[in-house]
């Protein structure tokens, strides 16, 4: 039995960066290659590839002027996948900044 948590952010603190971002982890080395297979727009975030992340200048529907639309039809892709990789979710959460600058929202999966 093994966990993984998939993100989604919203950060407009720095302008540049701006938008909704995804990070997964705690996927096995195989999982995180067939995650990548099937959207190639995901990117391993750190030199020992643990994390996955999805950027918004990777992925159009990560709208970098709208902190209030979640892109959810494109989060319910990856935690289909997730399922597929029989993950299921067993917690989740969401918080926000008062001033909208951030918010985030987390699914904890665990393996069946």
Known sequence: MSIATLVLRWDSTDASKSGWRVK???LIYSQREDFKKRFPKVKE???NGVTLVINPED???FDRNNPFD???YVVIQ???VLGDMRYKVVTSHSTAA???T???TM???QSK
Do not use: F, Q
Request: proline share 17%; no cysteine; hydrophobic share 35%.
């Open 24 to 26: 997964i982890n705690g």
């Open 70 to 72: 979640m892109p959810m």
């Open 102 to 104: 951030h918010s985030m």
């Open 45 to 47: 975030e750190d030199p």
């Open 98 to 100: 008062p001033d909208n």
């Open 59 to 61: 992925e159009p529907a």
């Open 107 to 109: 699914w904890t999966l």
């Open 78 to 80: 990856y935690l289909k």
